[in-house]
């Protein structure tokens, strides 16, 4: 990121540390103020909240509004900070988090992130991106020296409210009665019920003070950095490194996670040059989540965790065959009439729909949710691109990714949930900043020339070829799901303790599917190239994973068909926005914003749903009730299938 | 309190379950005005879904709740506590990574009862936990935690106190302290539901008992009329000889 | 045989297990009884590696399993069933056992696998998904996944909770014929018919000690078991 306050040149050596130094740590004061909002709200609620910068992001937009429209400092920043942002924070508490109760993590980080795009989208409809804004920092022009090291009266508020914020929040969650009850809804949700604590409304408060540090967060680090939604909701991604440092639970860490992470940045931006790598900085947040990751004592098997909802049917291998030969029939019948002008969308799609074919096998039978998917398929696009079109280009666009897919195996193996995701997470981010906007990969800043695989360049037969291949992958993650290795995966998914009395080495099967699941997307990512012939950052952003992995989910992660129409739907909307005129932008996100909170209530999917209904499942009836049983949480994970 | 007869605690006709499991059928059961009632039963007869339904933790298909004659069916739990029904729920009713005073704070939430006054009494009739007042409720010993839970019961005054094995897993010393306070707090005018798998202790303090058996309130009455009954629902005392020649 | 040794394990100010040692050795039910909360789950998950004793040691034969990780264990014959079940609930129950079978590298495991139904009962319902049986049959399966491996110890944790009365008695049936083979089963039951008739030695556990051991005629005339089980005579108030 680009810090206003460039490092004064010409100083001696002590006084460049310190100004390094303090530079970091005005940064990684923000960093921990960020990540104890997302702490709070996490510990209050059990639910990670991706969209917390985008949060901060809209508080920073409203509160430069709120000054346009001629309101004083002081107040603007009161009244965003105080109301508006906490009374955002309540509104999402109620609409979207409580409903969803017990709902597996791919559900829960799907609305999340879903809310985290429809914000986004927000504020990208009503102030347009491409108008530069300036936040003004407070205080503006005013200074203090401090040694050798000049300090603004904003970086100085900076600090200001890094000390106080913690030690108030501190003091209210242990002096006063309902920050204590807060706590205590953390330890015991039904207990802090029978004492008289309503724990919904103690959810809401969390969202509230969650929202407000997230907006405190928001504003202070649009003046320093810049006023870009963008920007300003991924920065965050730094904050979640901070709060894993902590555990997610621990402020005190949390905090001291912020200030080294900024203080790191900082002396890698002064002091570190890779020829290679001109962002050094961008890394380090991996960095830090890996190494807090890994040092961490590993998590014990949690034994009597929930049990899965319905899950579709898995189709008979002569059955598949079947599909996959109508399948591919009807393609062709279809690829034969599409008017050539559409050709290059439908390809495009085809190549979305192997991608997302790839989170099938991980997110959808492993329930390891990936959020890097784009990562490796841009991997694959550029080994491609570098070895050629011929058949040893397309070998390396699998294998490339693969072997990285395997590398990132390898740190994470010990990891199980949310933590797995944030791994993937800061690797994408990781990925997207030093490795697919660097010039010696890139080339240029005109993208990256991919060429089409075995000299396929007539349009209609490259079409063909990219559906032929989604048809074969598919069938080959079926042949995949029906092996040892799927049986494997699926029950790693559903009870690892399970898995690991039956004496099944969980490291190997993990190994393999992210390995596969990489090589799947890296193919993927290899036609997509050559369907577009020049490959770009933006086509293998993170935001686009993230929003990938939602249509996935929504349509269901679980099934062929689920993901295969996500991919249609991910081009179509696309084209629907240009009828739409300036609002449309925000129509992807706001479907898949409102797929999003539909999961609550199905959690297959929508494809799940339908493929679940009772009208196509003929299964024998069980021949008697249950038995009487004291053992709630399962009977209500049960009957939440089913009712 | 309306009249002398007016249950402290009425379920009419209560069915319950999870889903489609019914776990609880039509079941009537009176709580006392004075009195304590102990509610005894094997595993997986109920007895824990029945106390959910009368804390609010768990809405009954159908049938009635009444507190002290009024109908509080489908009230939640935390409407229920501040009214005046006090449970104490199964295994350790503490929050583990509080202190002892924060613990002890969250016991206020019923109107009229004074942090001080919670402090004061609760370390009078326990000075353990006066000691260990700044420790991690999880750090005290099984006998301290359930001691600080029941300081609750103790200070609420409440209208009627709903006890869920409260001598789980302690040695029977422990256990012998807590039913004797569960006693004093039935004497000093709080009716008391316990549920308990010690039987005979149970047995020992109450003034009525019900018992209970796949979801249906099998027998009532008077410690003396079931004591046989439960005996024989605990160790299949009547069983053994026939079936020890395997 | 499967012998522990001294295990202690405590949870934060909580003694859950005290000193307690066991035996069970083949050929033999052994039969782990006491009042909820005397620490009967812990100490199954000492003998599995899911929880780590603060002191003692877990042996099979002559092996030290202490520091063993919970597969190892598996594949070093010890089986367990749970008592919050641990099926693969988006899998078939076919594929449970399947999977069971083939990580015990099993010859035929398909075949072992309705074999393995059948013997427990579940046989006509082979292409359910596991996630959605009934809390007994759902016992049944784990019960069946854990033969599978062909185990030397064989864990169980309150399988007939949840059964029928007829499947209850089919269950002791079943154990019965296992240690004929010569398996150790070690069970956990609440069901006292059902501990009566198949354990030749039954273990009380009683805040995480042992209380008393012995045939299961001897136990049950135990006064210091009825007191844990009934509570004290006397009450002083």
Redesign the interface.
């Known amino acids: 990121m680009a810090h206003r306050n460039d490092t004064p040149q010409r100083m001696d050596p002590v006084s460049t540390l310190l100004a390094l130094t303090v530079t970091g740590l005005v940064t990684g004061c923000i960093y921990a103020l960020t990540a104890s909002g997302l702490v709070v709200t996490y510990t209050t609620s059990g639910i990670f909240n991706f969209a917390h910068g985008a949060v901060g992001m809209l508080a920073a937009f409203g509160y430069w509004q709120l000054l346009e429209k001629g309101m004083p400092t002081l107040p603007a920043f009161l009244l965003t900070v105080l109301v508006l942002a906490p009374l955002l924070g309540i509104v999402i508490e109620r609409v979207l988090i409580r409903r969803l109760g017990n709902a597996t993590l791919e559900v829960t980080l799907t609305v999340t992130m879903g809310l985290l795009l429809l914000l986004l989208a927000i504020a990208n409809t009503v102030w347009d991106a491409t108008t530069p804004r300036v936040l003004q920092p407070f205080f503006v022009g005013k200074q203090v020296t401090v040694a050798t090291v000049v300090l603004t009266y904003h970086q100085l508020l900076i600090i200001a409210a890094a000390i106080t914020v913690p030690l108030a929040l501190w003091a209210f969650l242990r002096m006063t009665r309902t920050g204590i009850a807060m706590r205590a809804v953390v330890d015991d949700r039904e207990l802090a019920a029978l004492a008289g604590a309503s724990p919904t409304r103690i959810g809401q408060l969390g969202w509230g003070i969650g929202s407000s540090l997230a907006a405190v967060a928001g504003i202070l680090l649009a003046a320093q950095v810049e006023l870009n939604a963008t920007t300003l909701t991924l920065l965050v991604i730094n904050g979640y490194a901070a709060a894993v440092v902590g555990r997610l639970t621990s402020l005190p860490l949390t905090i001291t996670g912020g200030l080294v992470l900024g203080v790191l940045q900082s002396l890698a931006l002064g002091y570190v040059t890779i020829s290679w790598l001109n962002q050094v900085q961008v890394i380090i947040p991996m960095l830090i989540l890996f190494v807090a990751l890994l040092i961490a004592p590993p998590t014990r098997l949690r034994v009597g965790q929930l049990a899965p909802l319905v899950a579709p049917r898995v189709p008979s291998s002569r059955r598949s065959l079947g599909s996959t030969g109508a399948f591919l029939v009807l393609a062709a019948g279809i690829v034969a009439i599409i008017p050539s002008g559409q050709l290059g969308n439908v390809t495009h799609g085809a190549a979305v729909a192997i991608i997302l074919l790839s989170l099938v096998p991980m997110v959808g039978y492993g329930g390891m949710v990936s959020l890097c998917q784009l990562t490796f398929a841009g991997i694959g696009a550029v080994a491609m691109a570098k070895v050629g079109g011929g058949p040893l280009g397309l070998v390396a666009a699998v294998l490339a990714p693969a072997a990285v897919g395997a590398l990132l195996a390898l740190p994470t193996l010990r990891l199980r949930g949310l933590y797995l995701s944030l791994a993937t997470l800061a690797f994408g981010y990781a990925m997207d900043n030093a490795f697919f906007q660097n010039a010696s990969v890139m080339t240029n800043n005109l993208g990256l020339p991919v060429p089409r695989p075995l000299g396929l360049d007539n349009d209609r037969g490259y079409l063909l070829f990219v559906v032929a291949v989604f048809a074969a992958c598919a069938f080959g993650v079926l042949a995949m799901r029906r092996s040892t290795l799927g049986r494997r995966l699926v029950a790693l998914g559903d009870s690892p303790a399970g898995c690991a009395t039956l004496g099944m080495g969980i490291h190997v099967t993990k190994l393999v599917v992210f390995a596969l699941s990489a090589g799947l997307a890296g193919l993927g990512g290899a036609l997509l190239g050559g369907q577009q012939s020049v490959v770009g950052q933006s086509d293998f952003a993170l935001l686009l994973s993230l929003t990938l992995l939602l249509m996935a989910v929504v349509w269901g992660v679980r099934t062929i068909s689920g993901v295969f129409i996500a991919a249609l739907a991910f081009e179509l909307i696309p084209q629907l926005n240009g009828h739409l005129g300036p609002v449309g932008d925000s129509v992807l996100s706001l479907l898949v914003g409102l797929g999003a909170v539909g999961l609550g209530r199905s959690q297959n999917g929508i494809v799940g749903a339908v493929l679940s209904s009772p009208g196509l499942r003929r299964l024998p009836s069980l021949p008697h009730p249950r038995s009487h049983s004291d053992d709630v949480s399962r009977e209500e994970v049960l009957t939440g299938a089913q009712g | 309190m309306t009249s002398v007869m007016t249950a402290a605690l009425e379920l009419r006709g209560v069915s319950a379950g999870y889903g489609r499991v019914a776990v609880l059928h039509d079941i009537d059961l009176a709580v006392p005005p004075y009195g304590v009632l102990a509610l005894l039963g094997s595993n997986g007869a109920g007895k824990s879904t029945l106390l959910r339904v009368a804390s609010g933790r768990t809405s009954p298909s159908s049938g009635q709740v009444l507190l002290r004659g009024t109908d509080v069916t489908g009230r939640s739990p935390e409407r229920l506590s501040r009214t005046g029904l006090c449970s104490v729920p199964e295994g350790r009713a503490v929050f583990p990574n509080l202190t002892v005073t924060e613990n002890l704070r969250m016991w206020t939430y019923r109107p009229g009862v004074s942090r001080k006054a919670v402090e004061e009494q609760a370390f009078a009739r326990f000075p353990r936990l006066k000691e260990r007042r700044k420790q991690l409720a999880g750090r005290l010993s099984g006998g301290e935690q359930q001691m600080l839970a029941m300081t609750r019961a103790l200070t609420a005054e409440p209208d009627v106190l709903l006890l869920d094995e409260i001598s789980m897993g302690l040695a029977p010393v422990v256990a012998a302290e807590l039913f004797g306070l569960v006693r004093q707090i039935a004497d000093d005018g709080t009716p008391v539901l316990l549920v308990e798998q010690f039987a005979r202790t149970a047995l020992e303090i109450a003034d009525s008992v019900a018992v209970m058996a796949q979801g249906h309130i099998r027998v009532t009455g008077t410690p003396e009329e079931v004591r046989d009954q439960v005996l024989e629902t605990y160790l299949h005392t009547d069983a053994q000889p026939t079936r020890l020649e395997n | 045989m499967l012998k522990v040794e001294e295990v202690s394990v405590r949870f934060?100010?909580?003694?859950a297990v005290a000193g307690m040692s066991l035996e069970a050795p083949p050929g033999r039910v052994t039969g782990l009884i006491g009042?909820?909360?005397?620490?009967k789950t812990t100490l199954f998950?000492v003998i599995?590696?899911?929880?780590k004793p603060n002191t003692g040691r877990v042996l099979l034969g002559d092996r030290d399993l202490t520091k063993a990780?919970?597969?190892?264990r598996?594949?070093a014959g010890?089986?367990?069933t749970?008592q919050?079940?641990?099926?693969?609930?988006?899998?078939t129950v076919y594929?449970?056992v399947?999977?069971?079978a083939?990580?015990?590298h099993v010859k035929n495991p398909s075949a072992a696998a309705h074999q393995l139904l059948e013997r427990v009962g579940l046989g006509?319902?082979a292409?359910?998904?596991a996630?959605?049986?009934?809390?007994?049959?759902a016992r049944l399966l784990e019960l069946a996944?854990?033969l599978?491996?062909n185990p030397s110890v064989l864990l169980l944790d309150e399988p007939g909770?949840?059964?029928?009365e007829a499947e209850c008695k089919a269950l002791g049936d079943l154990l019965?014929s296992l240690t004929a083979d010569g398996t150790a089963v070690l069970l956990v039951e609440?069901d006292?018919?059902l501990v009566?008739?198949?354990c030749q030695h039954v273990y009380v556990l009683d805040?995480?000690q042992l209380l008393a051991e012995g045939?299961?005629?001897e136990v049950?005339a135990n006064p210091a078991v009825?007191?844990?089980?009934?509570?004290?005579?006397?009450?002083?108030?």
């Open positions: 934060g100010g909580v003694q009042p909820n909360g005397a620490g998950n599995t590696g899911l929880q990780s919970t597969a190892k598996a594949r010890v089986g367990r749970f919050r079940l641990e099926v693969f609930g988006s899998l594929d449970n399947l999977l069971a083939e990580l015990a006509g319902f292409a359910q998904q996630g959605v049986l009934p809390t007994g049959m996944r854990a599978a491996g909770s949840g059964l029928t019965l609440h006292m018919e009566m008739r198949v805040f995480g045939s299961p005629a049950s009825q007191i844990a089980y009934l509570g004290a005579e006397e009450v002083s108030a």
